[in-house]
T-cell receptor, first 112, second 113 residues
Framework: GESVGLHLPTLSVQEGDNSIINCAYS??????FIWYKQESGKGPQFIIDIRSNMDKRQGQRVTVLLNKTVKHLSLQIAATQPGDSAVYFC???????????FGKGTRLSVIA | DTAVSQTPKYLVTQMGNDKSIKCEQN?????MYWYKQDSKKFLKIMFSYNNKELIINETVPNRFSPKSPDKAHLNLHINSLELGDSAVYFC????????????FGEGSWLTVV
């Protein structure tokens, strides 16, 4: 079946460094992608999204890059802070009227 | 001003009991969901309702029964709880139709002993 996967299950970065969290997706028909952040004891929170007609989208300290050629999605966090420590999920919309498919998550640990 | 709220947040119960988790959203969304998150953080959809109508019913034991009295509420009732039901259950909502951004509640931690 179609799936969304992550290259790195855990990622440790020094405070102040940039973080890059990667996600590989397998459904070339997916047209909408979202990154979620889940802090300990909380529900996943929307961070940023991108549609398939874009390659890049920037938010506050976060940037999502989409490479449709290799079906790869990444989340870049600039100047990583301790508050960025969380599990990050990518999610894709495979077709128009199906629920989002979530990846397995990457745990980001920020070292002070 | 909580967007998606679910209760209880923590629930410890014995095997064989019946329990319910309630969920309400004040975002005006038409579609609501229940997700289960296992110990490895994998999020698996269980059910989805659109305007009180069931539209997704994944392979879930029939001990799990969702109920949507109106489009702002989606409750989850679980009969005859088993050890394997221990997990975090997330309620969520989105604008009408699947594939839209999903907004999650804070989760309900269920432990079956």
């Amino acid at each position: 079946g179609e799936s969304v996967g992550l290259h790195l299950p855990t990622l440790s970065v020094q405070e102040g460094d940039n973080s890059i969290i990667n996600c590989a997706y397998s459904n070339s028909a997916s047209d909408y992608f979202i990154w979620y952040k889940q802090e300990s004891g909380k529900g996943p929170q929307f961070i940023i999204d991108i549609r398939s007609n874009m390659d890049k989208r920037q938010g506050q300290r976060v940037t999502v890059l989409l490479n449709k050629t290799v079906k790869h999605l990444s989340l870049q966090i600039a100047a990583t802070q301790p508050g960025d420590s969380a599990v990050y999920f990518c999610a894709e919309n495979p077709t128009g009227n199906t629920p989002l498919v979530f990846g397995k998550g990457t745990r980001l640990s920020v070292i002070a | 001003d909580t967007a998606v709220s679910q209760t209880p947040k923590y629930l410890v119960t014995q095997m064989g009991n019946d329990k319910s988790i309630k969920c309400e959203q004040n975002l005006g969304h038409d579609t609501m969901y229940w997700y289960k998150q296992d110990s490895k953080k994998f999020l698996k959809i269980m059910f989805s309702y659109n305007n009180k109508e069931l539209i997704i019913n994944e392979t879930v034991p029939n001990r799990f029964s969702p109920k949507s009295p109106d489009k702002a509420h989606l409750n989850l009732h679980i009969n005859s709880l088993e050890l394997g039901d221990s997990a975090v259950y997330f309620c969520a909502s989105s604008r009408q139709g699947l594939g839209n951004t999903i907004y999650f509640g804070e989760g309900s931690w269920l432990t079956v002993v």
